[in-house]
């Protein structure tokens, strides 16, 4: 059974400042997924990682897969109050597409001026 | 550019009713899933499809049931609510291929069960 663990779960930073947020998860997987959701909203979409080495990177944040210690990081730098939202990772299990994702439980960001 | 269409956005039931989300995309993706959302649990999978016909149980589908009888379709029926069953319901869709593999989800239905 497919398990994925982030953390950490709540996380108050100040803006400016870098932090880091872990995905690990238990089985062979080469999708995992980042997404951000605002309260009361839908998931967007942040990054798809294909790859053992995948590194990309949209603004302040920038995300990276090694599939060898089975661990992703989304990576904040200078973080500014826009950034606020529950960040989630998710894996797919074998196949194709993205027809069922384990999701993490979630990381709370508050970025405080 | 409709994407994902969830109806109803919100839905208050009393135990033992019953009622269809429905789910919509107009992508022509081959996959569809039905999530949960509750608080601190981040989502959980109930069931999804790979194709028209094809539907296969996900980590939570009890008290749920699926078809896809088209592509664009996927409704997810709750036979007889629960309290339980109170949570947030997301739909996603993506295309099949491992290099196209973006999930995109729709606006969820927020289900209150009485």
């Known amino acids: 059974e497919l398990k994925v663990e982030q953390n950490p779960l709540f996380l108050s930073m100040q803006e400016g400042k870098n932090y880091t947020i872990y995905c690990n998860y238990s089985t062979t997987s080469d999708r995992l997924y980042w997404y951000r959701q605002d309260p009361g909203k839908s998931l967007e979409s942040l990054f798809v990682l294909l790859s053992n080495g995948a590194v990309k990177q949209e603004g302040r944040l920038m995300a990276s897969l090694d599939t060898k210690a089975r661990l992703s990081t989304l990576h904040i730098t200078a973080a500014v109050h826009d950034l606020s939202a529950t960040y989630f990772c998710a894996v797919a299990d074998s196949g194709g597409g993205a027809d069922g994702l384990t999701f993490g439980k979630g990381t709370h960001l508050i970025i405080q001026p | 550019n409709a994407g994902v269409t969830q109806t109803p956005k919100f839905q208050v039931l009393k135990t033992g009713q019953s009622m269809t989300l429905q789910c919509a995309q107009d992508m022509n993706h081959e996959y569809m899933s039905w999530y949960r959302q509750d608080p601190g649990m981040g989502l959980r999978l109930i069931h999804y499809?790979?194709?028209?016909?094809?539907?296969d149980q996900g980590e939570v589908p009890n008290g749920y049931n699926v078809s896809r009888s088209t592509t664009e379709d996927f409704p997810l029926r709750l036979l007889s609510a629960a309290p339980s069953q109170t949570s947030v319901y997301f739909c996603?869709?993506?295309?099949?291929?491992?290099?196209?593999?973006?999930?995109?989800f729709g606006q969820g239905t927020r289900l209150t069960v009485v």
């Open positions: 996603a869709s993506s295309w099949e291929t491992t290099e196209n593999t973006e999930a995109f």
């Open positions: 499809s790979v194709g028209a016909g094809i539907t």
